[in-house]
């Protein structure tokens, strides 16, 4: 039977009643009480789209009015496709209306971006820390991988300063963060309050509760055994501000995406924030009875964030890297052990920018090369050529004010080692982008593995869609090569260039991450330059980001959250700022025979792997998955 929305989903979406609300009813409520209350103890597989239902009859035109009227869109009106994808969405949930981990009434949406991020991980939690700082009520924060590194330090320093701003007015701040830790107590109960001895360890090293006493902190962790593992990354302060990220807190060489998000899609990211952390919260949150949709703030009314714009419809980024080039001589970095905190976002992004800028003597791809290496903990030499005026690296990347169509498509963990938890809404999300685009879709992922992707993009190539997705060389490919793991993303690729025909692989563009200061890819094992960017465009102007990789754990087991938008202008500049800050476009395009990168003289990149995997390679598989698995919590 045709997958549809049914009338107790429809009953679902159009409710008043959320957990979020039920909480603000009742405080004494934990978020899993008020989640069976609404919608009872189940947690069932919905029935999957097949794997070649990429050939699924369309949505009516009825079924995109009952989808419509589903959502609550304020003053903006979702286009054609939007309501495609959020209908097909809205399937998986008769079977578990909390699939997407959040109430199904905050699922259709919309907000506003004012910022997004698309740069090394230390750089998107500058911004985090600088967030943090100038909370008045609440900071809830979730993350997957949590260990000792530039971010943690950077985060345990605002805290302390939020904890010092608080003192000086008299108030007191609740933070809650949760994130991933597979242990054995998670086979009792998968989530676990960590004791402050422990995450004020050295391998966690957030602050003693002596160091930050105008703060409440509670800090849990979550993992469903085996493999239901917390990926979703996620920031919500005061109830106004929502980050979705897709870094890890940890030292890496990975470039990586944000959008900081505001208006009523911070509701639903709230809601989602106690979905997942489930046990009681003590204390409550201050915020229960102040909802976003109650407005009354607003980045984009900061006279200093209006000039950003005051030169036309956008700010050219050029002026953005003017700015950075006068201030370096005195603004300082603000950096982990070291932290320069500003008052408005306008200032961040001069702060940030100052510091891609080049020193006396210091050419600009070697500016680039510098700060690349100093997040990366590496010391790879660059081999790209300056960038030309116009095209230099700027991470920070300001949107005019736009409401727009906003949808949470995100994913339940699911712990067994079974593939078989398909029919969720991020995997119909993406799905159905595939399934109804009409024009193009772009994908930036670090691995792009998952089963059901291999005949849907084969399918959208032969309707006449041009394709083109960005992967990462030898991303955790030891992993991928376990049995059931989809395969490295060299397999992948030949794979699908072998289900097209000759003159339908000219639809198929596969490029291989080059950083911005190269010339052509690292492979991941050399930890120099790696991408871990996770967003996907159709036809220009929808677009998904957030936690999810295009790969089976992703896909089948982990939790993810990820935000879909409608919203040309927004596409337009995060595929703008995708380009300006790598060179994949430039010198990663892959073979059009079997996706490979190669170079001039017809040599693979260092460390590629076999198309096959060569024998007894689930050996080395098992000890990738171990890796893939291990959380860095120390507990």
Not at 164 to 177: C, F, L
Not at 543 to 567: L, V
């Amino acid at each position: 039977m045709k997958p549809q929305v049914t009338p107790a989903v429809v009953k679902h979406c159009q409710a008043e009643e959320t957990v979020s609300s039920l909480l603000a009813q009742n405080p004494s409520l934990s978020p899993g009480e008020a989640a069976i209350k609404l919608f009872g103890k189940k947690e069932k597989a919905g029935t999957p789209s097949s794997d070649a239902d990429h050939g699924l009859s369309p949505a009516s035109a009825q079924d995109l009015e009952l989808a419509s009227s589903c959502g609550r869109w304020g003053p903006t009106r979702p286009g054609e496709l939007f309501l495609r994808v959020y209908h097909d969405v809205l399937c998986c949930l008769e079977a578990d209306p909390l699939s997407g981990v959040v109430s199904p009434a905050l699922i259709g949406t919309y907000g506003s971006i004012p910022l997004s991020v698309i740069a090394p991980l230390v750089d998107l939690i500058r911004h985090m820390s600088n967030v943090i700082v100038r909370a008045r009520k609440e900071v809830l924060f979730a993350t997957c991988s949590w260990s000792a590194s530039d971010a943690i330090d950077l985060i345990s320093d605002a805290l302390k300063e939020l904890s010092r701003r608080a003192g000086v007015r008299g108030d007191r701040i609740v933070v809650k963060i949760i994130f991933d830790k597979a242990g054995p107590k998670q086979f009792i109960n998968p989530h676990q309050k960590v004791p402050v001895e422990v995450y004020t360890g050295e391998k966690i090293k957030l602050p003693h509760p002596d160091e930050i006493p105008n703060l409440d902190l509670e800090v849990s962790s979550l993992h469903v055994p085996l493999l239901g593992t917390l990926h979703a990354k996620f920031m919500v302060v005061d109830r106004q501000i929502g980050i979705v990220e897709s870094n890890n807190m940890e030292n890496n060489a990975n470039m990586e995406m944000m959008t900081h998000l505001e208006g009523p899609i911070v509701d639903s990211l709230y809601d989602s924030f106690l979905v997942t952390w489930y046990e009681s919260l003590n204390p409550p949150l201050p915020t229960r009875n102040s909802p976003a949709t109650q407005g009354g703030f607003s980045t984009s009314n900061e006279p200093s964030f209006q000039k950003l714009f005051s030169q036309g419809d956008t700010r050219e980024q050029q002026a953005v890297v003017q700015d950075g080039n006068e201030a370096k001589e005195h603004l300082a970095p603000h950096n982990p052990g070291d932290p320069h905190y500003d008052s408005t976002l306008a200032a961040e992004i001069t702060r940030v920018q100052a510091m891609y800028s080049p020193r006396p003597g210091e050419s600009r791809v070697l500016a680039i090369n510098r700060h690349l290496n100093d997040t990366s903990k590496s010391k790879a030499i660059a081999t790209a050529p300056d960038p030309e005026p116009g095209t230099e690296f700027t991470p920070y990347i300001a949107h005019e004010k736009e409401d727009m169509p906003m949808a949470v498509v995100s994913r339940r963990p699911h712990g067994s080692p079974s593939n078989a938890d398909t029919f969720v809404p991020q995997n119909e999300a993406f799905l159905s982008c595939l399934r109804n685009a009409k024009q193009s879709i772009f994908i930036q992922t670090p691995d792009l593995n998952a089963s059901q992707l291999l005949p849907a993009l084969a399918a959208a190539v032969k309707r006449g869609v041009d394709i083109t997705y960005y992967v990462c060389l030898g991303y955790n490919d030891a992993g991928e090569m376990m049995p059931g793991q989809g395969g490295t993303n060299e397999t992948f690729a030949a794979k699908l260039y072998k289900e097209l025909s000759l003159q339908e692989r000219s639809l198929l563009h596969v490029h291989w991450y080059t950083a911005k200061d190269q010339s052509k890819p690292i492979h991941h094992q050399f930890s120099q330059r790696a991408c871990h960017v996770k967003l996907l465009i159709a036809d220009g102007h929808i677009g998904i980001q957030g936690s999810g990789n295009q790969d089976t754990q992703s896909w089948y087991h982990s939790q993810e959250i990820n935000i879909m938008i409608d919203s040309e202008a927004t596409c337009r500049k995060w595929r703008e700022g995708i380009e300006r800050n790598q060179n994949t476009g430039t010198y990663g395009k892959g073979s059009q025979e079997d996706g490979a990168w190669r170079d001039e003289q017809g040599h693979e990149a260092e460390g590629a792997t076999k198309k096959s995997a060569p024998p007894m390679s689930w050996v080395k598989g098992a000890v990738g998955m171990a890796k893939k698995l291990q959380a860095k919590g120390g507990f």
